[in-house]
């Protein structure tokens, strides 16, 4: 029988490295924090049965650097490393550097995530296994003069994109042909700042696009399950900002036909561990694989609250050599859950980072259905060094319209001062018409933004309240505690308990 790890190092921060150690520690197992010097008081430092220092705050330095990682991992005597997500999650070299050292990775062998993470290998791939994909080219583009030959064959509007990476670096919309050079300049020239690989490719943009993805697990016996869908259309700049499952715009007969490829793309590469396979979906429901994510995703809670599955325990069984202990008859995901991506960052200011120090901050962890993977606490300084997320606020419900609901209410009741946060923003959007009724797609957002006033009277109702949001928050920039403001703050969630009921 296998044994599961007696130590792992978290090869991260912030939110993901606080949620994965609590794993651990539930498992028994000793979590290991590492930090740089950005991150000496950081929760997961706090949290970790050891913590080690890996130098100066730039990540190119720290938590990119893989000589450091694998020297505290040995120092530590870790077993095993997981690496969160973003960093060095979908870094091949790392991975073969841990084989190299005799220390486990958390996630899938070095081939897989090589093949799935060069996007035109990828498609390449899937075209093999008979996978759809999205008409457009299967190699990079060698020049300008290739440039304009493949754009004449794929047709406008096309969208060109980094051939490595993603997460919406080195992407550009080109809507006819006088955009084409200069858009193929600056994505290039993104995708070498970003990836440090210039390659480009360009493939045919679908008009009212879904952006859906299905999560999957495969273990090391052949065993590959799909775990339902996650609708991740709500996105401001090709990144997304809101999750929910399940996806309000599929029926039960393109959900299973998606999960059924999902788990045949995963074959097709000799997938192991836990991965997300992505695609875009036309108005017509009919879907193309988009690319493979070789890693956690940040939404992930969404799908453990349907399903009952913690996919980090998962996977940390499935490193261990362990097979899973449920087949794809025993998934029955129940009810629908939505997940907020709470950034500190000011949307009144184009979405700046919001740095800072957090001088009074209240979870709303109480009641069913309410989950907060924070990295936070107060007293907590917000570095500018990296990613600004500062909490996945997650809510479950036995219907949409409940799960809606109780999100309102806990995002009512979640307390940040002293930054700026992304918390009215969402207010905005879980009360836009079309949202509640699941009438969206991946034009939400800009299509938001570009809204002056509502053009009907629930829209103008939304757009007040919203506005309502705005003052009172602004006007209570403190610790409000007092029973006053207690009482201030039922009166507005029964405002916004009328205004969802009129929709």
Known sequence: MKKMFKKV??????????RIIRACREMGITPVAVYSEADKKALHVRLADEAYFIG????????????????????????????????????SIFVKSCEKEGIVFIGPPSVPMEIMGQKTHSRQKMVKAQ??????????IKDEKDLQLQAKKVGYPLLLKASSGGGGKGMRLVSRKEELLSSFQMARSEAQSSFDDPSIYAEKYLEEPHHIEIQILADNFGNIVYLGERECSIQRRYQKVLEETPSPFLNANTRREMGEVAVKAAAAVNYRNAGTVEFVVDKDKKFYFLEMNTRLQVEHPITEMVTGVDLVKCQLEIAAGMALKFSQEDIEPRGCSIECRIYAEDPENNFLPSPGKIVHFRSPGGGLGVRDDNGVYEGYEVPLEYDPLLSKLITWGSTRPEAIQRMIRALSEYQIYGIKTTIPFFKRILLHPKFFKGDYNTHFIPELEKEEDGSGEEEKVAALIAAGIKSYTESKAGPPLRSRQK?????????????SNRL
């Open 131 to 140: 996978v759809p994909i999205i008409p457009g080219t299967l190699e990079s």
């Open 9 to 18: 190092l978290v090869a991260n921060r912030g939110e993901i490295a606080a």
């Open 56 to 91: 100066p705050s730039k990540p190119s330095q720290s938590y990119l650097n893989i000589d450091k990682i694998i020297e505290v991992a040995k120092r530590a005597k870790a077993q095993a490393i997981h690496p969160g997500y973003g960093f060095l999650a979908e870094n």
């Open 487 to 499: 009482e201030s703050n039922w009166k507005l969630q029964g405002r916004l308990r009328n205004l």
